[in-house]
């Protein structure tokens, strides 16, 4: 699916069967591609069961039933999948009172500020009913605790981090792969890759490089457009800017050959107020090793936390300007500086947060500590 939590949850998945091949895996998913089962390439049951948007998961219960029940429930739970109701909480008191799961986990990829007073922040005050609450920031873990969940069942997990595959590939063979010719390719490099919305902040970083006309930069901005906004605004700027614009959904890997082939990676989003979440972008920049500029919003407070002199104000063109300059013609400096995030980037690599998960999960079932006690940020041996 053209889905961040679907992507999520597959590099789990296929991880899950690499660190630990005795787990059985069953995905249940949204029909939004169909009703019919299929195989993962792991060979995992991926069940559509649901439609979108918090509808009905009466099927999961039958489902449940019929393959005599899971010991644990895993949750990748996202608003816009989910949508703003309860009945995923109602369906799960009931698949917990008739013993069709030992132990039930949520992972809250987006956690919404109490100041939103809607149905959505009702929602989170029932998660208590989950036997553990995964985010992937202090933002969130913090914010969960002031609205009043049980801090004990708060565990903070980072999103996964790739080591970039591509890293020292030669730019023709970069290029070529992505269907980019060589010959446009001037200059720096800075690349805009992942889904394109308005609060990606394409119109500030375009405006930032208007400034900097002096210097021979190359834009690529690859990705899903999400409105017409995104076409509009980069047809205007094209006849001043070099923009290369790959305009279709990409893959986990051409994302990585994406960033392999940059330069520099620009993430000026804009803030989405009352929500906080962590970008899956920002892990797979990461493990780009380049420098990365990116603005203070809660989905990059990693990068504000590990490479705060590269963040700039949401929404400031010039101070954006300002920092590309240093950035370019400082430009090992800026690579040796980002080396605290880079090895944030290896702690976070996807085996060893996938470990992460299986010895929450393990914890969980046994009971050998305290249901609720933290697993750390320090290194879990494998099991």
Not at 309 to 318: A, E, F, N, Q, W
């Amino acid at each position: 699916m053209h889905c961040g939590v679907g992507e999520y949850t597959r590099f789990l998945a296929f991880n899950l069967k690499s660190t630990a091949p005795w787990i059985e895996v069953k995905i249940f998913t949204s029909t939004r591609l169909g009703k019919n089962l299929w195989k993962d390439p792991l060979g995992n049951d991926v069940i559509p069961i649901f439609e979108e948007r918090d509808r009905n998961y009466s099927e999961l219960l039958d489902q449940l039933k019929s393959i005599g029940g899971l010991d644990i429930l895993h949750v990748q739970h996202e608003y816009g999948i989910f949508g703003k109701g309860s009945k995923l909480l109602e369906i799960l008191r009931k698949i917990k009172e008739e013993g069709l799961v030992r132990r039930a986990v949520i992972t809250l990829h987006t956690v919404l500020h109490y100041g939103s007073q809607d149905e959505r922040t009702e929602f989170q005050k029932g998660l208590n009913i989950f036997d553990a609450i995964i985010v992937h920031s202090i933002l969130q873990e913090f914010e969960l605790q002031w609205q009043g969940l049980e801090s004990k069942k708060i565990y903070r997990i980072p999103h996964g981090t790739f080591i970039n595959p591509y890293l020292g590939h030669p730019r023709t063979m970069l290029a070529k792969s992505l269907g980019i010719k060589e010959e446009s390719l001037k200059g720096v490099i800075i690349a805009v890759p992942g889904f394109l919305r308005q609060d990606k902040g394409l119109d500030v970083l375009f405006n930032s490089l208007l400034n900097l006309l002096n210097l021979s930069t190359t834009i690529i901005v690859a990705g899903e457009p999400k409105d017409k906004y995104i076409l509009d605004l980069i047809e205007q700027v094209s006849s001043k800017l070099n923009v290369i614009f790959v305009n279709r959904y990409l893959s986990g890997d051409e994302i990585l050959r994406i960033i392999g082939l940059a330069d520099v990676l620009a993430l000026p989003y804009r803030n989405t107020p009352g929500t906080l979440s962590v970008s899956g972008i920002l892990h797979l920049s990461m493990g780009g090793l380049k420098p990365i500029v990116g603005s203070r919003v809660p989905r990059l407070v990693e990068l504000y936390q590990f490479a705060p002199r590269l963040t700039v104000p949401s929404g400031d063109p010039i101070e954006l300007a300002r920092k590309l300059r240093w950035v370019i013609e400082n430009y090992d400096y800026a690579v040796a500086y980002m080396s605290i995030l880079y090895s944030y980037a290896a702690r976070t690599q996807w085996p060893r947060i996938t470990r992460r998960h299986e010895e929450l999960y393990r914890n969980l079932l046994s009971l050998r500590t305290e249901v609720g006690s933290k697993v750390d940020d320090q290194d879990i041996p494998p099991t």
